[in-house]
């Protein structure tokens, strides 16, 4: 049996019925909360601007799309610097062959700000003050070609990840981008090239062999945006939106030069001028140094005219090193005395008026480094030819005392 309840007081049922009438008056039903729906977020369409980052691929900085709002609350971002292949030499062969290996990638917006922070490049961004359809042209553009799987032809300064952002602002907003003036002060091709290589001579090097007389301009108003901060610059110019800092890293302050890569050149020929000078006379020693005169020279002849040949940038083509570097100095160890002489006077008579040439701005390629690579060692060689063999050192004797 229960025990009997308690009957409630009068504050129990005054305390119950302002508990009853403010859950009735201030908390929502659950069909009214369904009844009013939030509403989407608008668009909005971020330029990312990265900054230059350790390895080579990334000297020259980076550039990437992101939409927030829509189907993407959370933000994505839209980078086309993403090679579609696996492999840095299968990558590196097919893009020079102009295979179209470059696609684009949607990632989440967090991720993209995390990945390159984590290589402690700089980040900035930019607003686009677009209308909702422009936005929406743009996120159809990145979306379309993420889902169709688009793939491009690579090349550093005609198409490349910020190329291809360029222009799916200027379709997006019916050519507002186009219109950019160029700067007071607008570099060559090669001096944007090398100015992101600065300190670092073996990449300087390999650009002042093979690149050719194609990038000795400077490039036009719209060309210039293929570069990230150059198209940092328009979007401030044209849309009016300053960049915001969205991570930094402190670089160093140091200013190295970009001359290192000629130098090394002419560094080079002169240790093989002096190898060739020291084995004069001695037909065992000429016949080992040029054997390495040869190997050196004969190798980076075949490379130069090989890629020449066998790809598909202009630059690599239309190159004045070819007549330089030809892959015939293999030849050298093996030539008689007689024929040596000849072919070495051939070799110079081509190579010296294309350093005047150089000299003079005739050809506007920078070759004069590479002249002095090949026609000193070339030039000692021959002038050794004609040299008898030092005389040697002989170790002075104590006289002899007859008893």
Known sequence: MFAPQPKPT?????????????????????????????????????????????????????SALCVTGGPYPEGRCYDYGVPD????????WGTLRGEALFVVVGVDQRTLVNAFASQERQIQKQQLPLSQDEAQRILAILDDAVKNKERYAYHPSTAN?????????????????????SPPSVPRYREILED?????????????????????RPPNAWEHLFHPPRLRDAVEERFGVKPEMVYTWPQASVQVGTLGGRL???????????????????????????????FILGLLGFFIWFAAIAFVYPELSHNWVLGVLWPTDFALKYLPLKHLRRYLIARLGVILPLGILSLAGIIAQPIFSIVLFAALPFAVTLRALNMPAPASKSTPTAPSTSS
């Open 85 to 92: 292949v696996q492999g840095e030499i299968t990558m590196l």
């Open 264 to 294: 090394f050149w002419v560094a080079v020929g002169g240790l093989l001028a002096i190898l060739a000078w020291r084995a004069r006379g001695v037909s065992e020693k000429r016949t080992r140094e040029l054997g390495t005169l040869g």
């Open 10 to 62: 009068l504050l129990r049922r005054a305390l119950f019925l302002v508990a009853a009438l403010w859950v009735c008056l201030f908390h929502p039903s659950p069909s009214h909360a369904q009844e009013a729906p939030q509403t989407p977020r608008e668009l909005t369409v971020d330029l990312y601007t990265i900054g230059p980052g350790n390895y080579l691929y990334a000297r020259h900085g980076h």
């Open 161 to 181: 990840c910020t190329t291809k952002i360029r222009d799916a602002i200027d379709t997006a907003t019916n050519g507002k981008l186009h219109d950019v003036k």
């Open 196 to 216: 992101g290589l600065r300190g670092r001579v073996p990449e300087l090097a390999v650009v002042a062999l093979f690149s050719g007389t194609t990038i000795e």
